[in-house]
């Protein structure tokens, strides 16, 4: 997406943003069943755990934004964040998970059996899950949320963000111009199909490719938005070793995990 001009009237604009996109932490409804838009799933042991180690590998960045879904996994994982680096949390109901009507809290290894299944595997453009909403309008809905806040921060211009670029930036050696502030970095928690959807929006890829993508708990995917083009800097990184991103048996299957699955910790 290119960036905004900023007109004469308007602060001076930055050049580009950068978005983290993180998923919410472990819950027990992961992996076993399709959490949805169902309300009380909190994050576990291994969600807290998470959290916080995410929160660490994030220190030092001064967020520009801190926005999360309104669904309590992704608040709480936010809020490792927001009370590890002293940024609020703006709450975007825009980022909600997808509606998936009535599979909502039922479990994958009897969803795999409905015939909706495979639309939902190969053809995911033409899915809209009975009773709820269709994986195009998700992803429209997204979308249209990620270009509204990278307008926003976008034309507020340097003096809005005091402290974001040299604490985000610090240590690189690649600044022509040290004094100038970098453009802001925001943080956006989220849901494994929402996140996915961003990414392929980005990559110019089709919604019904979005499938290949794999967004694990607790990940960082981080693309910067410039006024040309869109860059993936990074996708689906945990911050564990290899061995444990690999995928469980099941993923390894071919079919991707509708919501995101539970990643390395996946037991079935």
Known sequence: MATPSASQDSPPAFEAVTLLLVRHGMTDATGPRLAGRAG????NDTGRAQAADL??????????ALVSSPLERCQETARAISERLGVP???DERFIECDYGSWTGRAFTELADDPLWRVVQDHPSAVRFPGGESLAAMSARVVEAVRDW????????PASFPGTATEAVEGTDTIENA??????VYVVCGHGDIIKAIVADALGMHIDLFQRLRVD???ITSITYTRTRPFLNKLNDTGESLPASLPTPVEAEGDAVVGGGAGGHGTT
Do not use: K
């Open 40 to 43: 009380g799933i909190h994050l």
């Open 55 to 64: 929160a660490v590998r994030l220190s030092g960045l001064r967020p520009a």
């Open 89 to 91: 949390i703006t709450t």
């Open 150 to 157: 990278n307008e926003r921060l976008l034309t507020a211009g």
């Open 179 to 184: 004094d100038a502030p970098a453009p802001p």
């Open 217 to 219: 708990p607790c990940s």
